[in-house]
């Protein structure tokens, strides 16, 4: 309880493309790492962490964008400390490239790497420490999941993602999407709104 105190957590957005980006952070040590920054909104996550005084340690893509273009570059010329990391799968340019079972440490606090393709072969899971919650990017949306029918989408790879590395986390577990188009943003494992890839499908 202690640590889930520590943790600073906000869910931004960018209306163009729908994206969810978000901005956690160890509130003792002001570490912090920021998930799917965007293009468009990467002045605002910029002055927002200079706000709050953090040192932002990575900013992490969960997998190469086709809808939208990444903000790691423009984040990077004005924040320093700041790496970028992609899974090593994506083909994309980063400091970081990123394995299953690799660590992204901030303060007392790290995400761990579940890597699930099928959307893209560079699809990953950020899990938070103690499985709290978990950021799906486009592998699992809410009633939905990411296409399959273009840049290395495969249908049933994307099940055995969903299901292996992502519904094998507790059920209380809050996920939170890359996009949402209806104004949703969180779900659990087990709730009802988020819908099951059918295999093959």
Same mark, same amino acid.
């Given at each position: 309880?202690g640590?889930?105190r520590?943790?600073?957590?906000?869910q931004?957005?960018e209306?163009e493309?729908?994206?969810?980006?978000?901005?956690?952070?160890?509130k003792?040590?002001?570490?912090?790492?920021?998930?799917?920054?965007?293009?468009?909104?990467?002045?605002?996550?910029?002055?927002?962490?200079?706000?709050?005084?953090?040192?932002?340690?990575?900013?992490?893509?969960?997998?190469?964008?086709?809808?939208?273009?990444? &903000?790691?570059?423009?984040?990077?010329?004005?924040?320093d400390?700041?790496k970028?990391?992609? !899974?090593?799968?994506? &083909?994309?340019?980063?400091?970081?490239?990123?394995?299953e079972?690799?660590?992204?440490?901030? &303060?007392?606090?790290?995400?761990?790497?579940?890597?699930?393709?099928?959307?893209?072969?560079g699809?990953?899971?950020?899990?938070?420490?103690?499985?709290?919650?978990?950021f799906?990017?486009?592998?699992?949306?809410i009633?939905g999941?990411?296409?399959?029918d273009?840049?290395?989408? !495969?249908?049933?790879?994307?099940?055995?993602?969903?299901?292996?590395?992502?519904?094998?986390?507790?059920?209380?577990?809050?996920?939170?999407?890359?996009h949402?188009y209806?104004?949703?943003?969180?779900?659990?494992r087990?709730?009802p709104d988020?819908?099951?890839?059918?295999?093959?499908?």
């Open positions: 309880m640590e889930t520590q943790l600073f957590f906000r931004l957005f209306k493309s729908f994206t969810y980006t978000y901005l956690l952070a160890d003792s040590t002001k570490e912090a790492v920021i998930i799917d920054p965007v293009l468009e909104t990467a002045d605002r996550d910029v002055q927002l962490v200079k706000e709050l005084g953090f040192k932002l340690k990575t900013a992490v893509n969960t997998h190469c964008h086709a809808d939208h273009i990444t &903000g790691t570059g423009v984040m990077k010329k004005k924040l400390t700041m970028s990391a992609i !899974s090593k799968h994506s &083909g994309a340019k980063a400091d970081i490239h990123l394995s079972g690799d660590k992204i440490n901030f &303060g007392q606090f790290f995400l761990s790497v579940r890597e699930t393709p099928g959307h893209t072969d699809c990953i899971t950020l899990v938070l420490n103690d499985e709290s919650m978990a799906t990017g486009d592998t699992l949306l009633r999941c990411g296409r399959t273009f840049q290395q989408g !495969s249908p049933e790879k994307l099940y055995q993602s969903v299901h292996s590395k992502i519904f094998t986390l507790p059920a209380e577990c809050i996920l939170y999407p890359a949402d209806k104004g949703r943003c969180k779900a659990t087990s709730a988020i819908s099951v890839p059918s295999h093959g499908s």
